[in-house]
């Protein structure tokens, strides 16, 4: 099992603030695979950005796309 599955997949970030929340999606390219995790508007975005690709990679391992 690879520490960094995703590493060479391209993924987009998606992120808007809803309310006194922030929503982050993150879409693998290759897949068309997302997942959404949302925290405060006040965590540092790349902080919000490393917790969607985690959920990122859960949800695609979950579905078989990745070991």
């Given at each position: ?20 929340a ?46």
């Open positions: 099992m690879s520490e960094e599955p995703l590493k060479n997949r391209e993924v987009i970030f998606e992120i808007y603030t809803v309310g006194n922030v929503k982050v999606t993150a879409v693998d390219t290759q897949t068309m695979t997302e997942a959404i995790f949302q925290g405060p508007a006040s965590t540092p975005e790349k902080l919000l950005q490393r917790e969607a690709l985690k959920k990122l990679e859960f949800v695609m391992r979950k579905k078989g796309l990745i070991q």
